[in-house]
């Protein structure tokens, strides 16, 4: 049965396979060119067939096209930059967009009955969606009806308020539905108060849990994990723990004084995370209270790698390798496996119709 086999283009840790992965899809083929996170991709899976290889210097046809009649999905978020300039109108063919020409090529050259382009939400809106417009173009000469829309991580469990464009493809006139909202949201501290005793610089890359899972969320994270890995404090400096101690729950730099405030660029500095809120976007710097809304709903220090893996929904059986950069590089660039399973299911269930 070929119906649930994929191809995963630049992959990272593999978030958003992991996401269809969880509802049944196999990944026969993966792209990544990054090294340690691709080696992250690899310990992860049993049987993961990664190239890892800057995509541009892959031969399309002869990498790919043996999948062609073997794969229903082609999947993969391309990195781009050039269409957020403003006042100048960047196309698909600006040298920093290429890189989407490759997904497109592999979709030409595999002919799945579907695909998944993940994206940051600018895709579909900058240039007066000129943007979008252009991949609709292509997608559509090539056969494909598209639904693009930006999801909110939050609508599909994730404690996270983390946007995304989704543009789901399938050949033929029909769309494929996005798919349906939660009710329900998970708050920061239903995902990581378990977690919750490790002062700064403390903790090592494996250890025991120290508490029971207290929700719902948390023994679903734990399921199939008997040890807690990546669960290690930043070593705060005593500059930075003295100001974090002035900054009692649900504060922010509001209650330190003038000499301490710092120039930042970023929203949220020095502002503790709140319980029972979702979080701000996971991004790649999570571990210093200055670079956004990261510091401990209660602690004084940053959150962990595992506590950002918890937020943004990687089980705990799923480890992160390599130095704390790439680490956090790999939470912080992925895609929420809560949020491409809700993609997974959309696909299913237009599959079983």
Known sequence: MNELKMIDLFAGVGGLSLGFEQTGFEALIANEYDESIA?????????????????????????????????????????????????????????????????VEVVKEVAPQYFVMENVPNLLTAEKGYFKQELEKLFTELGYTINAQVLCAADYGVPQNR??????????????????????????????????????GEGVEVSDYRKAPETEYQKRMRR?????????????????????????????????????????????TWERMDEDDISVTITTRFDTPSS??????YLDRAITVREAARIQSFPDSFHFFGTKTSQMKQVGN?????????VAEAILEDLNN
């Open 163 to 200: 946007h995304r464009a989704f543009i789901i493809g399938k050949c033929g006139k029909c769309q494929v539905e996005m798919p349906k909202k939660i009710e329900k949201r998970t708050t920061i501290w239903e995902a990581i108060s378990d977690l919750a005793y490790l002062e700064s």
């Open 39 to 103: 080696e992250a991709y690899i310990k992860n899976r049993k049987n993961s067939n990664m190239i890892v290889e800057d995509i541009t210097k892959l031969p399309i046809p002869e990498t790919f096209g043996k999948y062609k009649g073997q794969v229903t999905l082609v999947i993969g978020g391309p990195p781009c930059q050039g269409y957020s300039q403003k006042g100048q109108r960047k196309t698909i063919n600006d040298p920093r967009n290429f890189l989407f020409k490759y997904f």
């Open 224 to 268: 199939d994990s008997n040890k807690l890995y990546n669960h290690v404090a930043t070593n705060h400096s005593p500059i930075a723990l003295e100001r974090l101690a002035m900054i009692p729950p649900k504060g922010g730099k509001e209650y330190l004084p003038p000499e301490h405030i710092t120039k930042s660029i970023y929203s949220g």
């Open 292 to 297: 956004g809304k990261f510091t401990h709903p």
């Open 334 to 342: 992925a895609v929420p496996p809560l949020l491409a399973k809700a």
